[in-house]
T-cell receptor
């Protein structure tokens, strides 16, 4: 079975400061990991994914994520937060079945304070 | 290119009523999915389809049925709505071979009284 956990329901950060949104995973085999973002009253939008290769993955809107196999983590990061980054962030792992559907974490609400 | 659209955006039902949610995509994607989103639980897969005429169960299929008669449409039906089905429903689609990158619709907020 595969799953992801997001240990923080809420993260607050001041505008201009670096941000981190945490995610840990549990997968048998090589993980396919994702980050999605949800803005108010909108569907989820793809940010980035890790399949293989470089442990630092760069995505949309200046976000990046670091894959750490020994710590089974895939934390989302950004060097300088913007107020417009305030949203709900979901970590996800791909299913190992033919559907290729995603198993999502419970989400972390990021608030960037001006 | 509208992407993934969902109809309706909001709906209130009484217990026992039925309804159908429509998802349409204009990207010629093979795979389509229905998720529900509940507070503190993330998104959970209800049903999915890997192509026209095919459907399969996801994590939480009970109380729902689906149909994929046309490649661009994926319908989610509730035959007898229950308060436990109050949720926000998201449709998503993806294309082969990048089936893990999914494109989501804006969601349907359903309340069952």
């Amino acid at each position: 079975a595969q799953s992801v956990a997001q240990p923080e329901d809420q993260v607050n950060v001041a505008e201009g400061n670096p941000l981190t949104v945490k995610c840990t995973y549990s997968v048998s085999g090589n993980p396919y990991l994702f980050w999605y973002v949800q803005y108010p009253n909108r569907g989820l939008q793809f940010l980035l994914k890790y399949i293989t290769g470089d442990n630092l993955v760069k995505g949309s809107y200046g976000f990046e994520a670091e894959f750490n196999k020994s710590q089974t983590s895939f934390h989302l990061k950004k060097p300088s937060a913007l107020v417009s980054d305030s949203a709900l962030y979901f970590c996800a792992v791909r299913a190992l079945t033919g559907a290729n559907n995603l198993f999502f974490g419970t989400g972390t609400r990021l608030t960037v304070i001006p | 290119n509208a992407g993934v659209t969902q109809t309706p955006k909001f709906r209130v039902l009484k217990t026992g009523q039925s309804m159908t949610l429509l998802c349409a995509q204009d990207m010629n994607h093979e795979y389509m999915y229905w998720y529900r989103q509940d507070p503190g639980m993330g998104l959970r897969l209800i049903h999915y389809s890997v192509g026209e005429g095919t459907t399969a169960k996801g994590e939480v299929p009970d109380g729902y049925n689906v149909s994929r008669l046309k490649k661009q449409n994926f319908l989610l039906g509730l035959e007898s709505a229950a308060p436990s089905q109050t949720s926000v429903y998201f449709c998503a689609s993806s294309y082969w071979p990048s089936t893990d990158t999914q494109y989501f619709g804006p969601g349907t907020r359903l309340t069952v009284l």
